[in-house]
């Protein structure tokens, strides 16, 4: 069994660059995840209903999956969405602070929750393999990659490693 393949889709110009330069270098991923904030822009919202779906089916990738941490009930304040939490507690995202706690809170953990049920991850895991998470920083990201053993996963930064800037990226 080969380890289990899935981008991390953020929904923005990064993702859909790691996108087609998967497609352009034959890799085919086993998933592609969105995890949803229910607070991105409109735009966005309408790229991945309107304009990626149809891309994904032409180029033989799976189909978008999107989750959100309201959706899983665990540890859950009642909040349904980033926008909702930062409007009770009275606050902005932590990013605004320099910090990256709603990156954790509302992508990674659901992420990681989706991929405790997820077939392919399960049968990995079992076998002690490691299941290979793809994310999207672009080569002048470098400071974002976290050093921290992410057990049970193999991350990978396709971007950095093609050198693609976010101007790159945008072409």
Request: hydrophobic share 40%; proline share 5%.
């Amino acid at each position: 069994m080969s380890k289990p393949l899935v981008i991390a889709y953020g929904g923005g110009v990064n993702s859909i660059a790691m996108v087609v330069g998967m497609v352009a270098r034959g890799e085919r991923p086993d998933a592609i995840v969105f995890s949803d904030t229910r607070g991105e822009k409109p735009a966005t919202y309408r790229y991945l209903s309107d304009v990626l779906p149809a891309y994904l089916s032409r180029v033989g990738f799976p189909s978008l999956t999107s989750i959100c941490r309201a959706d899983f009930g665990r540890g859950r304040t009642g909040d349904l969405s980033l926008e909702a939490e930062c409007l009770r507690l009275g606050t902005l995202p932590s990013r605004a602070y320099g910090y990256g706690t709603c990156a954790d809170k509302w992508k990674i953990d659901p992420f990681k929750w989706w991929a405790q049920a997820w077939p392919l991850a399960v049968e990995a895991w079992a076998i002690g393999e490691s299941v290979v998470r793809c994310i999207g920083y672009d080569a002048g990201e470098h400071r974002r990659i976290g050093k921290q053993v992410d057990k049970g996963y193999e991350k990978r930064f396709p971007l950095i490693e093609w050198g693609w800037d976010r101007e790159q990226c945008e072409a």
